[in-house]
């Protein structure tokens, strides 16, 4: 996802503040890990120099706690968000303001701007408060609504009834 991020850096560095990028790395099973994770953190240094911090592999609840205490999460998807992003939910359900890529196949409530925002139609980097709380709360909507436990389980329940 080197181009997302590489737009990503330009979009920070063209707010002219001081940031930070934190990264934690997840390696799919089959991977290689050390080969990997030498990729991986060559290709974020090469992009962020000295503005990246290497969080390195954390559990779910570590990764919860990064979230939390970050600006905006950056997920992005090869070859975009997908209902199965479980990593997406979760932040969504945290209230994050994410910065994901978008696309057809995307599911059709997240819509740059209203949701989330498509790093395709950045411009400059998101920082209006008013529109980071709209956003919390329409993300929080639907992890609550129709991605949410509650939905999953009514539909589990419809099919055993049926």
Partial sequence: QASHMERLRGLLDGAGRPYTV????AIHEGSPWAETWTEADATMRAIFGSHLRQYGFLADDGLARAMLDATAVALFYDPAVRRNNTTFWGALSQGAIV????DADSPPELVHGQSVYDIHQLTTWPDQ?????????AGRQL??????????IAQLGAAVTA
């Fill in 22 to 25: 934190g990264v934690s790395c």
């Fill in 129 to 137: 408060a008013h529109e980071h709380r709209r956003l919390r709360y």
């Fill in 99 to 102: 910065i994901t890529n978008l």
């Fill in 143 to 152: 992890v609550q609504g129709r991605y949410g436990w509650d939905h999953l």
